[in-house]
């Protein structure tokens, strides 16, 4: 890509560079624009009141009060609800659908399949109410009805007729000779296995004393938030709107605007409170057009919200895993080489969410090989799930490294220690910061690493053991471009912050009120944190790939401090000093010298509607460097 | 009909099979009480029933008349915290939130009937109510917390 012509301020400076951005490992470049302030990092050496203080969720008290409105509690005037009509086979074509049925129950009052779409919809990957059947729970028809009960009793009702084919289900059945294909031309996604190598493995099998090789299998799980999956869409002339259950507002509108051929600025995505999406909720899904598309087509509001195990068999799954690991290190424990096979289902859909970038980032090995097969199989797609392949990953090779570390006759903690990576060989780059080592040593500090073996024996009855481990994670989480907020002192000296981020229930606003009240010297009590709706409050992206903090949290520190230099300036006016001179802290000016003071209050009072506002933005990450979290879980455990 | 909801009489028409769920949240816009599971499985529905914590998803409200419904929008009074609320807050036994409802009128109902529950006992009446963020551990706390303070309130 290039760099594309400065509309800078100064000459020689590029307003908008390009940047590569990293998400969850996948890297993309991107045009971003350089803050007009860009303070400096807070350090270690930073004096920090509020930030990094233990305080109670801003929004606890609207949480325990049941106050807390969740997308499933928003309820508009003749609003109508909708439900989804599956398909009962693995594989095979829908014949006929009987609506008729559903019709005639009181309260029923449309029924949608995909010879009433105005044009093709793609929802969440996949042709929405497709006849060809390629999972049991894929999206036929929908119901749109009075209630929500009669909507279900509708979708009960609705009859369909297949013509069943033969279906695959685990990698085995979709790998063997002649088994049915699941979508294009071969169950191997991409047609091959995806191998990545660093170094010469067989090189580091010849150098290695001691070699294990072991098998691991890692199951399918479901991320069943308890909020399901959930949308009601209103449309206004041409305007729609949609409270969506979603990690991302700005996607969740994209994708609509897209599939439904609108222009983004006639959709408008809100999200308030969330009941949990664990990376389930990034994308517009069946229920977001079903409910658009009834709206539209009704003249109502419509809500559709996924049952139970609609949640548990349409709503994304971490897939199950096979990795055939093996190790070989010298004598002294040092890593010659890692080699992980891994094999992975990921349904009619997906993507290539697996374990093998886990092997290749977290120790110090100069050969590696990480071979990973992707199949379709005739079951629901996987989503990203709570770092996708990397838990899996980490089960897998953790457990190899402790089966390593009996074979070397080490502790596991040193032999983890010996293989510590000081920079990032994956990428073959610096780490920005890499704290694993202090994990190591504190975790096995505060856990009692040492006296573990004193402690084996204290197994509370005979039939009881006791066992100790230890794992430890790698995970990108530096955030990144484009992130926006805005920061403004209101007349009453309260402070709004908005950025169309979300909180899944993560501390999101707690965060980010934080990082505000700090920077701008206002009272943590005093800022209210505007989040998730595309038409009133700033982009930013997903709240996936642990980056809502690094990414929104430097733009609401910039915009708070812009809002403070501004705030300085009208309060330096009135004190008849220099801006420089002045200090603010807890809601309080004061002169250096602390000799006079002026609370904001006071100053917005004085200013009137004249408002002090800050814009900040999210800059560019250095480049070449890696942005990187890591940790250490210790584990004790008794078995019956 | 008439219920008893947070000590007010309320007059309400409910169909035959209408749930005490759907009365609550589309008949009297009393959304502090959740739907998630729907099938008597999650808690998040939790209310009290003449003091019992019962799934309002699988409960009859034809069932319930004349009876006296506590639901989470009465648990503060006068716009006070109930000490287990404030519990709630201080230990931070909420994330995302959509729990939190069910989980403290569960949580009253075992106080109600037993004021000194050790760390066992909660685990035990609290097993009904689900949490995905993973709070249980400070769901506990706060239980006992909020124990220890109506306690001292009482004497």
């Not at chain 1, 886990?358 to 090989?369: A, G, T």
């Amino acid at each position: 890509m290039s760099t594309p012509a400065a509309a800078g301020k100064g000459a020689g400076v590029q307003r908008f560079v390009s940047t590569v951005v990293e998400v969850e490992g996948r890297s993309e470049t991107k045009i971003v624009e350089m803050p007009d302030f860009e303070p400096a990092p807070w350090d270690e050496s930073a004096t920090l009141t509020i930030v990094g203080q233990r305080v109670p969720r801003v929004d606890a008290r609207e949480k325990v009060t049941g106050r807390a409105r969740f997308t499933t509690d928003i309820q508009r005037p003749g609003m109508l609800h909708a439900a989804i009509v599956r398909a009962t086979i693995a594989s095979g074509r829908v014949t006929a659908i009987d609506p008729s049925g559903a019709l005639q129950l009181t309260g029923v009052l449309d029924v949608i399949s995909s010879a009433d779409l105005p044009h093709p919809i793609k929802a969440g990957g996949a042709p929405l109410f497709l006849p060809a059947v390629s999972y049991a729970g894929q999206p036929i028809a929908a119901v749109c009805a009075e209630s929500r009960e009669a909507a279900l009793a509708g979708a009960a009702a609705v009859r369909l007729t297949y013509e069943a084919a033969p279906f695959v289900l685990t990698f085995e059945q979709a790998t063997a000779p002649g088994a049915p294909v699941v979508r294009g031309t071969s169950n191997v996604r991409r047609g091959s296995p995806v191998e990545v190598t660093r170094g010469d493995a067989a090189r580091g099998l010849a150098d290695a004393h001691v070699v294990i090789t072991r098998e691991y299998r890692t199951p399918c799980v479901l991320h069943t938030p308890l909020e399901p999956h959930s949308a009601v869409a209103e449309w206004e002339d041409d305007r729609l709107t949609i409270w969506e259950s979603t990690q991302g507002i700005f996607m969740v509108r994209d994708q609509v605007a897209m599939e439904l051929r609108l222009a983004k600025s006639k959709v408008r995505v809100i999200k308030d409170y969330m009941g949990g999406g664990f990376g389930a909720k990034n994308h517009a899904g069946p229920h977001t057009f079903i409910a658009a598309l009834f709206a539209r087509r009704t003249g109502h509001p419509v809500r559709c919200v996924l049952e139970r195990d609609e949640e548990q068999t349409d709503a994304g799954n971490r897939p199950s895993t096979r990795q055939v690991v093996t190790l070989g290190a010298t004598r002294d424990g040092r890593l010659t080489v890692i080699d992980a096979t891994c094999e992975v289902p990921l349904g009619a859909g997906g993507w290539e969410g697996g374990p093998a970038a886990f092997y290749r980032e977290m120790y110090s090995c100069p050969n590696v090989r990480t071979v990973e097969t992707f199949v379709h199989v005739n079951t629901p797609a996987m989503m990203a799930f709570r770092a996708p392949g990397h838990v899996e990953g980490a089960f897998a090779l953790e457990r190899a490294m402790d089966v390593l570390a009996g074979a070397l006759g080490m502790d596991p903690l040193a032999l983890r220690l010996v293989n510590f990576s000081e920079r990032d060989e994956e990428k073959q780059r610096e780490y920005s910061s890499n704290r694993l080592r202090q994990c190591y040593d504190e975790g096995a500090a505060r856990f009692g690493w040492a006296d573990r073996e004193a402690r084996r024996q204290g197994a509370t009855a005979p039939h009881i053991r006791r066992g100790f481990g230890l794992a430890a994670q790698v995970w990108g989480a530096g955030g990144g471009p484009p992130a926006y907020a805005t920061v403004r002192l209101n007349s009453d000296a309260t402070v709004d912050v908005l950025s169309g981020t979300q909180d899944l229930g993560t501390g999101a606003r707690t965060v980010l009120a934080q990082i505000a009240a700090e920077a701008l010297g206002a009272r943590l009590a005093d800022v209210r944190v505007i989040l998730g709706d595309t038409e009133r409050t700033p982009y930013a992206g997903n709240s996936w790939g642990s980056m809502t903090t690094a990414s929104v949290g430097p733009a609401v520190r910039s915009g708070a401090m812009e809002a403070q230099q501004r705030l300085l300036q009208a309060a330096s006016q009135m004190m008849e000093c220099h801006p420089e001179d002045l200090v603010a802290h807890d809601s309080i000016i004061s002169t250096r010298d602390n000799a006079r003071q002026m609370s904001f209050a006071e100053v917005t009072t004085k200013l009137g509607n004249v408002m002090i506002m800050g814009h900040g933005s999210r800059g560019p990450n250095p480049e070449n460097v890696g942005l990187m979290s890591f940790g250490v879980q210790f584990a004790e455990v008794e078995v019956d | 009909m008439q219920l008893r909801i947070n000590g007010r009489t309320r007059e309400v028409s409910a169909e035959p099979h209408e749930s005490l769920l759907t009365t609550l949240r589309e008949r009297l816009a009393l959304t502090g009480t959740k739907l998630a599971c729907d099938r008597g499985e999650c808690g998040a529905c939790t209310v009290l029933h003449n003091g019992d914590a019962v799934y309002s998803c699988i409960t009859l409200t034809r069932a319930c008349e004349g009876d006296e419904i506590t639901t989470i929008e009465g648990m503060a009074t006068d716009g006070a915290l109930h000490p287990l609320q404030q519990a709630f807050v201080t230990a931070d036994a909420v994330q995302c939130g959509f729990c939190t409802p069910g989980q403290l009128l569960s949580a009253y109902a075992l106080l109600a009937r037993n004021a000194t529950p050790d760390a066992t006992a909660i685990s035990e009446a609290m097993s009904g109510n689900l949490c995905r963020c993973g709070t249980y551990p400070k769901i506990v706390q706060a239980i006992q917390r909020a124990a220890e303070a109506m306690r001292a309130g009482d004497a």
